[in-house]
């Protein structure tokens, strides 16, 4: 199985499903082709929401501000699992969600440079350069790509991490990863903080919100603080936009007093 993930909408990614379906006869399943456009930690957080869920495959992920410039592309072995994209950190959160699902306590992953011949195209190297590297390892298997002539064992690449909230005594400040579909603001504040809070209040930078479990236990439009399905602290407001009513968008700092 090959995975697709990027931020090219449409019609892009139909071009690098030719480009595999003429290489090999591997399923493809795509993950999102509209993550956030070159927001590369945004992409590296859905991944890690995302492929954990899927057996072992090749995942192809192209989020690539940097297309065209000197930039690496990559394949991450992570368990049973290769990951093939640019080298500027979106690989690498889900490479250790991975490792780590393997059973690898150390969460350990194996980076190598992939060499390409000049594509194509400088602007679309996910046609010219990661779709067809993906079929590759697909073809030859993941246990073997240290062995294909266009890679090299390295430990010279981005790696992208999360930032950690300063949970202190009653309070608690992290900042906005991600803001859904929905308008719902994740935060990278632990959920366990809310842990016996459900049914009360906290303050949200000053602004007052009860904590709940489920977003239909206030009425349509009110704002509350939950922990969703990633585990972390989010800002939300039943059939509403979270990022709104609280004031927030992806990157800023937000301050929980419980």
Not at 69 to 80: H, P, Q, Y
Not at 145 to 156: A, F, G, M, S, W
Not at 185 to 202: E, K, Q, S
Request: glycine share 10%; with cysteine; aromatic share 8%.
């Amino acid at each position: 199985m090959i995975t697709l993930s990027s931020d090219f909408g449409s019609p892009y990614p139909a071009a690098m499903k030719g480009v595999i379906c003429r290489a090999t006869d591997a399923r493809i399943e795509d993950i999102a082709h509209d993550f956030p456009r070159q927001d590369v930690r945004a992409a590296a957080f859905w991944l890690t929401q995302t492929l954990p869920y899927f057996p072992p495959a090749v995942h192809c992920v192209v989020v690539d501000p940097g297309v065209g410039t000197g930039r690496d592309a990559l394949v991450v072995r992570a368990g049973e699992h290769a990951l093939v994209g640019p080298d500027n950190g979106v690989l690498l959160p889900v490479a250790r969600e991975l490792a780590e699902n393997e059973n690898d306590a150390a969460n350990t992953f194996e980076v190598f440079t992939w060499t390409y011949d000049d594509p194509a195209s400088t602007t679309f190297h996910g046609r010219d350069v990661f779709a067809p590297a993906a079929a590759a390892v697909h073809d030859t298997g993941v246990d073997t790509i240290q062995t294909r002539p266009e890679t090299d064992p390295t430990d010279d690449y981005v790696d992208l991490r999360f930032p950690a909230a300063a949970v202190e005594g009653d309070g608690a400040t992290g900042e906005v990863l991600v803001v859904d579909d929905f308008g719902n603001a994740v935060t990278n504040i632990p959920g366990d903080v809310l842990a016996d809070r459900f049914g009360g209040v906290v303050s949200v930078d000053g602004v007052e919100a009860p904590v709940h479990r489920a977003y239909a236990a206030v009425d349509q439009g009110q704002r509350l603080v939950t922990v969703g399905s990633h585990g972390n602290v989010e800002l939300a407001v039943n059939r509403g936009r979270g990022d709104e009513a609280f004031g927030v968008s992806t990157g800023e700092t937000v301050a929980l007093s419980l």
